[in-house]
């Protein structure tokens, strides 16, 4: 009778050297591809439109909801500045790679609203421009610097 499953695999060799030296590069290249391709199905357009090359100046807030279109969401890897100039985005450092910073101003923001969701409420902006449609969920504590700075944005439900 043969052995077990277990058996067959614990008599496996070790893995060879070089496997420890290619897969750091195979999934750093992996990870590069998918943080590009997932960057020009919507926040390439953006950036196109209206790239940021320094932050604001102001408090930054989590945006746990970032949503270009139907297909393209970013949960929980994007942070946001409410400004005077408008809204800046960016994404956390393992997720920057072709996702270059934005300021959208507020002439661009159609609508900003009380919103809740499955465990997360905030405040929900909306963008429809050229660059197409985005929608950005900011944390509840963004709510008095939204108030602040775009007060005319703000809907009821």
């Given at each position: ?18 496997l420890f ?93 009380k919103a ?42």
């Amino acid at each position: 009778m043969k052995g077990s499953a277990f058996d067959i695999l614990m008599a496996q060799q070790d893995p060879p050297p070089w496997l420890f030296v290619l897969f750091p590069i195979i999934f750093v290249g992996m990870w590069t591809f998918v943080c590009f391709v997932i960057s020009r199905l919507g926040w390439h357009r953006f950036a196109m439109v209206y790239r940021c090359h320094q932050p604001p100046s102001g408090s930054t807030y989590g945006v746990p909801l970032v949503r270009f279109g139907p297909f393209t969401r970013y949960n929980n890897v994007v942070r946001g500045i409410p400004c005077e100039s408008g809204i800046y985005l960016r994404n956390l450092f393992f997720f920057r790679a072709f996702h270059p910073p934005i300021l959208i101003p507020w002439t661009s923001v159609t609508s900003i609203r009380k919103a809740s969701g499955f465990l997360v409420s905030g405040y929900e902006i909306r963008v429809e421009d050229t660059a197409g449609t985005l929608i950005a969920r900011f944390r509840d504590s963004a709510g008095p610097a939204l108030q602040q700075l775009a007060p005319h944005l703000i809907t009821a439900h």
